[in-house]
């Protein structure tokens, strides 16, 4: 089982970033999958969520501006993230539960002027 976060980058206040993440070995749309994010000096923290069904739910700090999505053809998730603040400033994994113990390689985001 692998999970690879991908699309990270250094973006301006104000502007938006399309993370990926390409797992293999297990097919996403069969469970649970997770966004999480570790910003500087602080724990892992719950982004959003997709249920198997295709439910999706935000942490209140990125309602509004995050959308989590998947190709199930390709095998990958999505995290479209739109008015990106400083704080959002993170490594950004997909982990298949909400606390990350199962995230794979992360992609860093950086948000400042």
């Known amino acids: 089982v692998q999970l690879q976060a991908s699309g990270g980058g250094f973006v301006q206040p104000g502007g938006s970033l399309r993370l990926s993440c390409a797992a293999s070995?297990?097919?996403?749309?069969?469970?649970?999958m997770y966004w999480v994010r570790q910003a500087p000096g602080k724990e892992i923290e719950w982004v959003s969520s997709?249920?198997?069904?295709?439910?999706?739910f935000y942490a209140d700090s990125v309602k509004g501006r995050f959308t989590i999505s998947r190709d199930n053809a390709r095998n990958t998730l999505y995290l479209q993230m739109n008015s990106l603040r400083p704080e959002d400033t993170a490594i950004y994994y997909c982990?298949?539960?909400?606390?990350?113990?199962?995230r794979g390689q992360g992609t860093l985001v950086t948000v400042s002027s």
């Open positions: 982990s298949r539960d909400a606390r990350g113990d199962s």
């Open positions: 997709m249920s198997a069904a295709g439910y999706t």
């Open positions: 070995g297990f097919t996403i749309s069969s469970g649970w």
